[in-house]
């Protein structure tokens, strides 16, 4: 299983979001038919760009609940203040990626920004 973790600033479009998905995927060497879900976490759950980018893509989005949030956060690689302060994790798109992904998951590497969205790929650990 793939996942492309997303997280946002308030009010971004879904073309923001696909653009970012699509260069983290660009970056590793895949093509978006890699994915196999998105994910975010819980306070982005009425972020409509979000799951406008997943209904665009076919692919479901997977609400990260705060526990699974934070228990993914020790395996981020990115530290941002803002993440911390806001969603108790050093980086909403990794942690969410993470943590949908599995257990054994794995970051492909460090999240990218696109302007105003985050997107991290994890892999989870029976696909690695």
């Known amino acids: 299983m793939m996942v492309a973790g997303i997280g946002s600033r308030k009010g971004v479009s879904a073309r923001d979001v696909l653009a970012a998905?699509?260069?983290?995927?660009?970056?590793?060497?895949?093509?978006?038919t890699a994915l196999s879900a998105l994910a975010t976490a819980s306070l982005k759950q009425n972020e409509e760009a979000i799951f406008?980018?997943?209904r665009e893509l076919a692919l479901p989005v997977i609400i990260?609940?705060?526990?699974?949030?934070k228990?993914?956060?020790s395996r981020a690689i990115s530290c941002s203040s803002?993440?911390?302060?806001?969603?108790?994790?050093?980086?909403?798109?990794?942690?969410?990626?993470?943590a949908a992904a599995g257990k054994d998951a794995?970051?492909?590497g460090p999240?990218?920004?696109?302007?105003p969205v985050t997107c991290a790929i994890a892999?989870?650990?029976d696909a690695a």
């Not at 998905?21 to 978006?32: P, Y």
């Not at 990260?64 to 949030?69: K, M, S, Y």
């Not at 803002?82 to 993470?98: D, F, I, K, N």
Request: charged share 20%.
């Open 21 to 32: 998905i699509e260069t983290a995927l660009e970056a590793h060497g895949l093509a978006m």
């Open 52 to 54: 406008s980018a997943g």
């Open 64 to 69: 990260v609940e705060d526990d699974a949030l």
């Open 71 to 73: 228990a993914a956060s």
């Open 82 to 98: 803002l993440s911390q302060e806001r969603a108790g994790t050093p980086s909403v798109s990794e942690a969410s990626a993470l």
């Open 106 to 108: 794995k970051l492909l």
């Open 111 to 115: 999240r990218i920004v696109l302007g």
């Open 123 to 125: 892999i989870s650990g």
